[in-house]
Structures are given as C-alpha cells and as structure tokens.
C-alpha cells in the first residue's frame, strides 16, 4: 500500500529522469553544485530542526523535519535508492 511518502518520491524521482520548468526539485537536480546542492539542502535543513527543537512549536518542528525528510527523499532518488530500502531498514533494526 503506497502512502504519501512513496507518492511524494515519486513525484521526485520522476522529476530527475523528466525534468519539469518551474519545478524546485528539478532545480536542485540541475543545479550547478550538483550532488553538493542537495547536501547542502539537508545540512541546512537538519540545523533548521536543532534550531526548532530548541526553540519553535511544535508546528514548527514537524515543518522543519518535512524539509529535511523532503531533501533526504531527493538525495536518495538521486542515488536511485528506493524509498522501499528504507523501510526494510528500519524491519531489519526491530527488536
Ligand atoms: N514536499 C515538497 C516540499 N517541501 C519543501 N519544498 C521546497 O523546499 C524548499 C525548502 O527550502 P528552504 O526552506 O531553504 O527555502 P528556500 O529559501 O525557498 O530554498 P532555497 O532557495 O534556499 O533552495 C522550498 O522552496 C519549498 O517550497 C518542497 N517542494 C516540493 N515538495 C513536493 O515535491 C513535489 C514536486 O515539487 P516540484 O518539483 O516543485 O514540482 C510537490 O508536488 C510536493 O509534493
């Protein structure tokens, strides 16, 4: 059963092999940093979220962490990692 995570990746994924005008993520796709874009994207987002645990609502913080879930899903679309691998990660961990 797909949820809006595995929508929302691939909507992403589809963006890297279909690039869209106007689209954010096909932007930092094509961006002139490359891979570095999207790593810099989710170091900035993770400080975000320190920056929000410290001090924001809880609004905030779940926003915060969207962005960096969000930025993450890039990353991982860019190494045509499946969402799916993931999952079976977090399987793989439980006690
Ligand atoms: N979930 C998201 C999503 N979350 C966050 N963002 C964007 O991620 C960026 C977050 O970066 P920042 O908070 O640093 O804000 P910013 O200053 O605008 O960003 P920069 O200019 O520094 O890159 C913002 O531009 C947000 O609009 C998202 N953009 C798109 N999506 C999903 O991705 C799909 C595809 O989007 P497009 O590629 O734009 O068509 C959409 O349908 C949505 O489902």
Not at 12 to 22: A, F, L, M, S
Not at 43 to 71: M, P, Q, R, Y
Not at 86 to 94: D, G, L, Q, Y
């Amino acid at each position: 059963m797909s949820d809006v995570l595995d929508e929302v990746y691939s909507v992403i994924y589809d963006r890297k092999v279909n690039p869209k005008e106007g689209s954010y993520v096909s932007s930092i796709y094509n961006h002139r940093k490359g891979l570095d874009k999207v790593l810099e994207k989710i170091g900035e987002e993770a400080t975000e979220v320190i920056i929000a645990a410290k001090n924001g609502k809880e609004e905030e913080i779940v926003s915060e962490c969207a962005d960096l879930i969000f930025h993450t899903m890039i990353l991982l679309a860019s190494k045509d990692i499946p969402l799916a691998k993931i999952r079976e990660e977090f399987e793989r961990r439980k006690k």
